[in-house]
């Protein structure tokens, strides 16, 4: 019973996604999201503490998985209210839509 | 898939937040880890400090934003009301306008030799008469602002008898030139157009007299133009430009005119009496202006060498030689080959004529 649930879950999740995808919806936010952050500062916010982990590790001993790990949570609290009030009233407007259907 | 968007319908409203919560983590993730990559490779490639510098520098290259100033702090049009003087006339202009005048009043540049000489012909003409005055008065004008000699412009183009001699060979040709005689005493002062060498078929009996108290003037062989160059130019013999003055400023030899013999049959015989026997007096000559002006080679050799006697030269021109000035100074300028403005004789000769 419950496997079936999570199944049915999943199932409705992988075909938003495929709507998403299908759609050009998700490319057009990741876009929206990116002109966004750049707007309000988001990413010259990152980059100072970007700055700050590359001196402290030394230059040459910076990878990938070090920075996505120390960024990641900094990157998701340091988006402003507004821009992530925006994306969800644009992703439910999407839901809402293709619910309908 | 038809089953899978029936039961998203059928979705709670809490549950549709979930998925946009989802949704949008997801594209949060997203641009965190293309920042991510972003700042990987520049610290890689090096160029990720680029941007740094001390903050002293930064202070020094700081935006200015104060009213009255630019950007970088310099107060701007600064130049805008700078007047310069004109070091050979010591008027002050505008410093925009002070090249173009510097090129008029140095007498430097292709057109402005010739400007420059007609200003000192002017000036030496200036104790002549009345209506003279006011007459160079007005070219000087003309001179020294750049609207009337736009406007100069605009009225040549509007003169339908310059068209004419855009083609000498028009078969219009001898019509043209009974319409110009009848103009001559509106004739225009803006006479002078950009033209390179002087060719002296193109000058007015005034204006072949002061170019030849300034400059040698003698005619060369091969391009048929006259030397603009200083009257001891060392390529010319002061014989030559004796002959030259004697052929032009002879009393006996107004007609500046050497090739009057290529284009006689084109003329309208009905012109005047005087023209026909003048074109058939000189008609044979042919650059040989010791001949037409042998009899009075000792009377003109005087001005003919710079002095400043065109007062003298005046009165005798117009006692005995009034009728011919005329129909011969526009015949001179009828009859050159290129496609200019003829260059119209000084109007105060032809207010006496009529």
Known sequence: ?101 | MKMEEMSLSGLDNSKLEAIAQEIYADLVEDSCLGFCFEVHRAVKCGYFFLDDTDPDSMKDFEIVDQPGLDIFGQVFNQWKSKECVCPNCSRSIAASRFAPHLEKCLGMGRNSSRIANRRIANSNNMNKSESDQEDNDDINDNDWSYGSEKKAKKRKSDKLWYLPFQNPNSPRRSKSLKHKNGELSNSDPFKYNNSTGISYETLGPEELRSLLTTQCGVISEHTKKMCTRSLRCPQHTDEQRRTVRIYFLGPSAVLPEVESSLDNDSFDMTDSQALISRLQWDGSSDLSPSDSGSSKTSENQGWGLGTNSSESRKTKKKKSHLSLVGTASSLGSNKKKKPKPPAPPTPSIYDDIN
């Open chain 1, 1 to 101: 019973m419950v496997v079936s649930k999570m199944n049915k879950d999943a199932q409705m999740r992988a075909a938003i996604n495929q709507k998403l995808m299908e759609t050009g919806e998700r490319e057009r936010l990741r876009e929206l999201l990116r002109a966004k952050l750049i707007e309000c500062g988001w990413k010259d916010q990152l980059k100072a503490h970007c700055k700050e982990i590359i001196k402290e590790k030394g230059l040459e001993h910076v990878t990938v998985g070090d920075l996505v790990a120390e960024i990641t949570p900094k990157g998701r609290a340091l988006v402003p209210d507004s821009v992530k009030k925006e994306l969800l009233q644009r992703i439910r407007t999407f839901l809402a839509q293709h619910a309908s259907l």
